[in-house]
């Protein structure tokens, strides 16, 4: 049953993202409501009025800005190539926007995008729920803690084994479709280490296609100089049949390794909601270890809490306090992943021209 005062949501899109992160996340923070979906698929369409049957089902975008009025937040979970367009309309609607990540394939759609919505005074953040997974959080906690010292060195993994192409324009598309894994999972990995360890001076990348069939790039390495002087180096592939760990830092005081991977979404993906039994709860076998040598010690993860972002969504709409996550850090991925893109066509270390994206008038 709906609460009065609930923000009500429509949500382009409802393939993975829309269906097993943003339309379980939404349902679950209690100040938001899905209240429309777009899907111009017959069958999604269908699986929407099973999971959501208070929503609305719309077949094309035009019927839920038609209604804008009734709506008090846009979520922009369709192919990366549309974001932003639909972004841009929602903005033009008046209506504040979340979107998936990638903001946009390149940065200066990005700006252009971020301009509008100052232009209309509304707010605009995008999906980067694994700042909110446990191991990202454990990490954190580390690292405020001081316990590794002056860290000189991040590693980072998000690896597949997928040996097989799906049939899909993340492997098929180009640049243009933000498609590939630099702009898939590398977006994830590069906002983690920019958000850990702060603003990049250099990049070197090495992107390669290796699986037959396979336009976009599907094994690519990137390794960042930041303005502190941590290097973080970062890797995402699909033909990975043995994945090394998640995260290995390395500090003059001691390290941090930890195996294995944020449980929510198989919890998301299998039907599982914030609140359940264990939500977020990675097990014993994974735990990260900290310290040096012999002397290092397991340690217990902090429970994932992707509930975090639409919380953090309702709260910027209700109070105005800021983002969770500010578009200005998705723009600065956006020039990063560019210039890696670079870096590998030309075989060059390269810098990124993230100063280019202005902060917001205070």
Same mark, same amino acid.
């Given at each position: 049953?709906?609460?009065?005062? $609930?923000?009500?949501?429509?949500?382009?899109?409802?393939?993975?993202?829309?269906?097993?992160? #943003?339309?379980?996340?939404?349902?679950?923070?209690?100040?938001? *409501?899905?209240?429309?979906?777009?899907t111009?698929?017959?069958?999604?369409?269908? $699986?929407?009025?099973?999971?959501?049957?208070?929503?609305?089902?719309?077949? =094309?975008?035009?019927?839920?800005f038609?209604?804008?009025?009734?709506?008090?937040?846009?979520?922009?979970?369709?192919?990366?190539s549309?974001?932003?367009?639909?972004a841009?309309?929602?903005?033009?609607?008046?209506?504040?926007?979340?979107v998936?990540?990638?903001?946009?394939?390149?940065? +200066?759609?990005?700006? +252009?995008?971020?301009? =509008?919505?100052?232009?209309?005074?509304?707010? /605009?953040?995008?999906? $980067?729920?694994?700042?909110?997974?446990?191991?990202? /959080?454990?990490?954190?906690?580390? /690292?405020? %803690?001081?316990?590794? !010292?002056?860290?000189?060195?991040?590693?980072?993994?998000?690896?597949?084994?997928?040996?097989?192409?799906?049939?899909?324009?993340?492997?098929?598309?180009?640049?243009?479709?933000?498609?590939?894994?630099?702009?898939?999972? @590398?977006?994830?990995?590069?906002?983690?280490?920019?958000?850990?360890?702060?603003?990049?001076?250099?990049?070197?990348?090495?992107?390669?296609?290796? =699986?037959?069939?396979v %336009?976009?790039?599907?094994?690519?390495?990137? %390794?960042?100089?930041?303005?502190? !002087?941590?290097?973080? #180096? /970062?890797?995402?592939?699909?033909?990975?049949?043995q994945?090394?760990? =998640?995260?290995?830092?390395?500090?003059?005081?001691?390290?941090? &390794?930890?195996?294995?991977?944020?449980?929510?979404?198989?919890?998301?993906?299998?039907?599982?909601?914030?609140?359940?039994?264990?939500?977020?709860?990675?097990?014993?076998?994974?735990?990260?270890?900290?310290?040096?040598?012999?002397?290092?010690?397991?340690?217990?993860?902090?429970?994932?809490?992707?509930q975090?972002?639409?919380?953090?969504?309702?709260?910027?709409?209700?109070?105005? &306090?800021?983002?969770?996550?500010?578009?200005?850090?998705?723009?600065? @991925?956006?020039a990063?992943?560019?210039?890696a893109?670079?870096?590998? *066509?030309? *075989?060059?270390?390269?810098?990124p021209?993230?100063?280019?994206?202005?902060?917001?008038?205070?």
């Open positions: 049953m709906d609460s009065p005062g $609930q923000l009500r949501v429509g949500l382009l899109g409802y393939g993975l993202a829309g269906a097993a992160f #943003h339309a379980p996340l939404i349902e679950a923070e209690p100040r938001t *409501r899905l209240e429309a979906v777009v111009g698929s017959a069958q999604r369409a269908e $699986q929407v009025r099973q999971d959501h049957p208070d929503a609305r089902v719309y077949a =094309r975008a035009e019927q839920l038609e209604r804008a009025d009734e709506l008090d937040l846009v979520v922009v979970a369709t192919p990366n549309s974001h932003a367009e639909l841009s309309r929602a903005i033009e609607a008046g209506l504040p926007v979340v998936d990540k990638p903001l946009t394939p390149s940065l +200066e759609q990005a700006r +252009e995008l971020i301009a =509008r919505a100052r232009e209309r005074g509304v707010l /605009l953040t995008v999906f $980067q729920n694994r700042r909110w997974d446990s191991d990202m /959080l454990t990490l954190g906690g580390v /690292l405020e %803690a001081g316990e590794l !010292g002056g860290v000189h060195r991040f590693e980072s993994r998000f690896e597949r084994w997928v040996p097989t192409p799906k049939d899909s324009w993340r492997d098929s598309g180009g640049p243009e479709d933000a498609a590939g894994v630099l702009y898939d999972l @590398g977006s994830h990995l590069i906002d983690q280490a920019t958000y850990l360890f702060g603003g990049v001076e250099s990049v070197y990348a090495e992107m390669k296609t290796l =699986r037959s069939g %336009a976009a790039d599907d094994d690519t390495f990137v %390794a960042l100089e930041h303005s502190n !002087g941590v290097i973080s #180096h /970062l890797w995402t592939g699909k033909l990975v049949a994945y090394g760990p =998640r995260f290995r830092v390395l500090g003059d005081r001691g390290a941090f &390794t930890k195996y294995g991977t944020d449980p929510q979404e198989a919890a998301l993906r299998a039907g599982g909601l914030p609140g359940d039994p264990g939500w977020g709860v990675e097990s014993a076998e994974t735990r990260a270890v900290v310290g040096v040598g012999s002397e290092a010690r397991s340690l217990p993860s902090e429970p994932g809490r992707y975090d972002f639409y919380a953090g969504v309702a709260s910027a709409l209700e109070s105005g &306090t800021a983002a969770p996550v500010a578009v200005e850090d998705a723009a600065r @991925g956006l990063i992943i560019e210039a893109r670079r870096s590998a *066509r030309n *075989r060059s270390v390269e810098t021209v993230d100063h280019l994206v202005s902060a917001p008038n205070s």
